[in-house]
């Protein structure tokens, strides 16, 4: 949104944008990419791959979670396909946005319940009140 504009109106218009964007990124949002909020869909139970669609592909932060929930060895690694893993924790912080995730294979219902009141929240710094 870097545009010269020589009409006033629109110089104006595109000054109350960049005003926008600039609260926006001073409260962890980012002008490139959707980001989610409290306000928006949440992402807990999505897959990783359907998630990347919703999140900054830069300044985010992906935490595997299997030691701490399933007692497993963490096998998450961004070369991993990302369809592999559901999102069990989202955090907007001020150092970014965060996720953690479980394979997918191990989710279960209750897993999702616990994860959709915030039970792993404290899980991720990014997520600390």
């Known amino acids: 949104m870097s545009r010269i504009v020589t009409t006033t109106g629109v110089a104006t218009r595109w000054s109350l944008v960049g005003l926008a964007l600039c609260v926006s990124l001073l409260t962890g949002c980012s002008a490139d990419q959707p980001q989610p909020t409290q306000s928006s869909t949440s992402l807990i ?17 992906t935490y595997d979670l299997s030691k701490p929930i399933l007692n497993l060895d963490a096998s998450y690694s961004p070369a991993t396909p990302q369809g592999l893993f559901t999102v069990v924790v989202e955090c907007v912080a001020s ?12 989710v279960t219902s209750e897993i999702l319940a616990d994860a959709q009141s915030g039970a792993y929240d404290h899980l991720l710094a990014e997520c600390s009140k």
Do not use: D, Y
């Open 45 to 61: 139970g999505m897959t990783l791959l359907e998630a990347s669609k919703l999140i900054p592909q830069s300044g985010h932060l």
């Open 95 to 106: 150092n970014g946005f965060a996720v953690g995730v479980i394979p997918t294979s191990t």
